[in-house]
């Protein structure tokens, strides 16, 4: 993080604004305007497309160099949390079990 | 008059299952915000100015990463557009409401309070014209879930300043987004999504100001869109 604390507040209060703005934008408008189809389908994939965009770096390029091998211990602890979260749907057992496997790979794995 | 206490009450009631999930993850946005190097003041600034999780997370790691605020706040923007929804849908039930109150219950709209209080509007009878009272139960939903997410995210902010950075906590951000993403790939068309977008992403990761998220975020939307689309048509024929 390299911001002053003024552009940080910035940032934080524009992101409120924009936040705010889109819940107030169609109750204010009363119902009068509808949310197009085709957007209503794009909704569906926001989740899945912006959060895999933040996860394949985070585990495959950990640092900014890419790393595919069984030494990357955030390779192996991610895939690992994706398994439990797949098999169980508990999104809180898969965090702590994640994080737990990342400390054992990160003591067990060469650097 | 006692109706209004009644509903604000029971829409506290109806959120009270579902705050048992929030609590934990109003602390885990408290403690990787500061891993992700947030002061604790912005970081509890964030829970009330803004009040939405996921783009809490987003926002705080991409902030820890020096992401310029343009792609903060646009990125904001897509990650909280499912809002557009909720607003949409509740819009019809609030009409007869006076701006303050919209004013107030829009802040409130989150995932879960929405959940909360549309049904309430759904069940029928609706409540007679004049007489005030389902608005109070979502006011109920939506100020439980706002106590307890403030409540939680400074227990977490609290928590995050004992926590050594050597825990690696900074890591629970993409553990929680794999644990909300991957239960959420039912079909073909959502993996596909996801599958596209990291793989953009990966490509595009060397790219200035974090340009590659958006970029990747995109892409995975359009070819979610294209994957499902012969699906829709089909559908359609039939």
């Known amino acids: 993080m390299n911001c002053t604390p003024l552009a940080l507040g910035l940032i934080i209060v524009s992101m409120g604004i924009v936040t705010y703005a889109i819940r107030l934008s169609l109750i204010m408008l009363l119902g009068r305007v509808e949310v197009p189809p085709l957007m209503q389908r794009a909704l569906r994939f926001v989740p899945p497309a912006v959060l895999s965009a933040i996860i394949f770096p ?3 390029r950990p640092g900014g160099t890419v790393n595919l091998s069984l030494g990357n211990p955030r390779l192996l602890a991610g895939t690992l949390a994706a398994l439990i979260a797949w098999r169980t749907k508990n999104v809180l057992l898969a965090i702590i079990l994640g994080m737990l496997a990342l400390w054992m790979f990160q003591v067990a794995l060469p650097e | 008059m006692p109706s209004r206490r009644c509903e604000f009450i029971a829409g506290v009631k109806a959120e009270l299952p579902i705050l048992l999930g929030v609590s934990p993850f109003g602390m885990i946005y408290g403690v990787l915000a500061l891993s992700a190097g947030l002061p604790a003041t912005m970081a509890f600034m964030m ?10 997370f987003v926002g705080a790691q991409l902030i820890g990463t020096g992401a310029p605020g343009i792609v903060i706040v646009f990125t904001t923007f897509i990650v909280n557009l499912r809002h557009i929804l909720y607003s949409a ?7 007869r409401l006076t701006a303050r109150w919209r004013c107030l219950l829009a ?16 069940k029928e009878p609706a409540p007679p014209p004049g007489l005030p009272s389902t608005e109070w139960y979502f006011l109920g939903a939506g100020l439980a879930q706002w106590s307890v997410w403030q409540a939680s995210t400074a227990v977490g902010i609290a928590l995050g300043t004992q926590i050594p950075p050597g825990w690696a906590l900074d890591f629970t951000i993409a553990l929680t987004f794999i644990a909300l993403v991957v239960p959420a790939l039912t079909d073909r068309s959502s993996v596909a999504a996801a599958v596209s977008a990291g793989i953009v992403a990966m490509l595009t990761a060397s790219w200035p100001y974090k340009l590659g ?22 559908g359609r024929q039939q």
């Open chain 1, 58 to 60: 985070e585990l495959l």
């Open chain 2, 89 to 95: 849908s509740v819009a019809p039930h609030l009409k």
């Open chain 2, 107 to 122: 802040y409130l709209l989150t995932d879960e309070a929405y959940a909360v209080a549309i049904t309430r509007f759904n």
């Open chain 2, 213 to 234: 998220l958006i970029v990747a975020s995109i892409s995975g939307i359009v070819v979610g869109l294209l994957v499902e689309a012969p699906r829709v048509s089909i």
């Open chain 2, 47 to 56: 829970s009330f100015v803004v009040y939405a999780g996921s783009a809490q």
